[in-house]
């Protein structure tokens, strides 16, 4: 099980490569010079580190409080849940870390973690092991680090075996061969390899993604341990083009019929991550759904308020209750 940790912080670098390339729609200048996003993973045998880094939007002082300090604070949901159509406003907000970013600590007896936040001058150091009062500080100023986030976990003695490249290397590709935005492993002698095909999972024909990848895809989206129930995985094409990649859970979700149950299917536009929030792309009674929709209809500019009166979603929505209920139907 502590494998997983690996997975659950890349998806979250993954997620600040996002919310930054969503900012950077309006914002161009966030990400002048440095245009392509990607993590890097190396290892530091003789000082027993995993650095993990990626080039997204990076965190504050006052984001590493809010997001760090408290175990499990969902940065990528109040970033999602805040998004607003305001551009000043949105542009403001920061999504970095979800509730994995605590699962280091399996593996690790403390975590450091360096960010810069894009569009800022100053770069933070926040400590923790775990157990105690995490620290704070001002970095060097020499120090490089133009934006975005790493995250130095510091292995412990009995955990060594995850300082062996050819394990972590194992571990990436199980897990995070999914995720869009490329992984590289830097070797000793600095020599970038990927290690994810670095393909969205949903646009890759059904016929060259195998079982087990969808059931990782769907664990590290819904954050969820059981396995999918039922995988419906289609493209659309003709007046609208979409294609979704949707899972039933095999376990209901403990708070599905809680007022407050936020929907999981997250909207995509040509790749490039909208959002799940106020989006009404399934009906109520089909709210256990997980899984993306990702368009190539609507336009990467388009506004929340835009998108909730929008002619183009309210026929994938019709389009997809109409393919749920003919499977669910079929069982």
């Known amino acids: 099980i502590n494998a997983e940790y690996m997975g659950e912080l890349i998806s979250n670098a993954s997620d600040a490569c996002d919310n930054l390339r969503y900012l950077s729609q309006t914002n161009p200048a966030l990400i002048k010079g440095d245009k392509d996003f990607k993590i890097t993973i190396r290892v530091d045998k003789e000082n027993k580190n995993i ?6 939007i990076g965190m504050n002082r006052e984001d590493l409080i809010e997001n760090l300090g408290t175990i499990a604070k969902s940065g990528t949901q109040k970033f999602l849940s805040q998004l607003s159509g305001d551009t000043k406003k949105d542009n403001m907000l920061i999504g970095q870390f979800g509730v994995g970013f605590y699962s280091a600590f399996m593996v690790a007896d403390y ?3 360096t960010s810069r ?4 001058e100053k770069i933070y150091i926040w400590h923790s092991d775990g157990r105690s009062e995490y620290t704070i500080s001002d970095a060097d100023k020499e120090k490089e680090f133009t934006r975005g986030t790493e995250i130095v976990i510091h292995v412990k003695d009995e955990e060594d075996n995850y ?5 972590l290397k194992h571990i990436v590709k199980t897990y995070s061969d999914h995720i869009a935005v490329p992984i590289y492993f830097i070797d000793a002698d600095n020599n970038e390899n990927q290690l994810n095909s670095s393909s969205a999972l949903w646009i ?8 087990d990848q969808y059931k990782e895809f769907y664990k590290s989206f819904a954050y969820s341990m059981d396995e999918p129930w039922l995988i419906m995985h289609n493209r659309n094409e003709g007046k609208i083009e979409f294609t979704n990649l949707l899972f039933i859970p095999s376990t209901k979700p403990f708070d599905l019929f809680n007022q407050n149950y936020k929907k999981q299917v997250k909207l995509y536009i040509k790749r490039v991550f909208i959002s799940d ?3 009404d792309l399934i009906p109520d009674y089909l709210r256990f759904l997980r899984g993306v929709v990702d368009s190539e209809d609507l336009p990467l500019n388009i506004s929340r308020e835009t998108l ?3 002619i183009v979603l309210e026929k994938i929505k019709a389009s997809i209750t109409k393919k749920v209920l003919n499977e669910l139907s079929k069982k």
């Open 308 to 310: 909730q009166h929008n």
């Open 277 to 279: 929030e106020n989006i």
């Open 163 to 167: 300082l062996d490249d050819i394990r």
């Open 111 to 113: 975590v450091t973690v």
């Open 51 to 56: 650095i993990i880094r990626d080039n997204g």
């Open 204 to 211: 890759r024909p059904k016929s060259e993604v195998t079982e």
């Open 117 to 120: 936040k894009a569009g800022e």
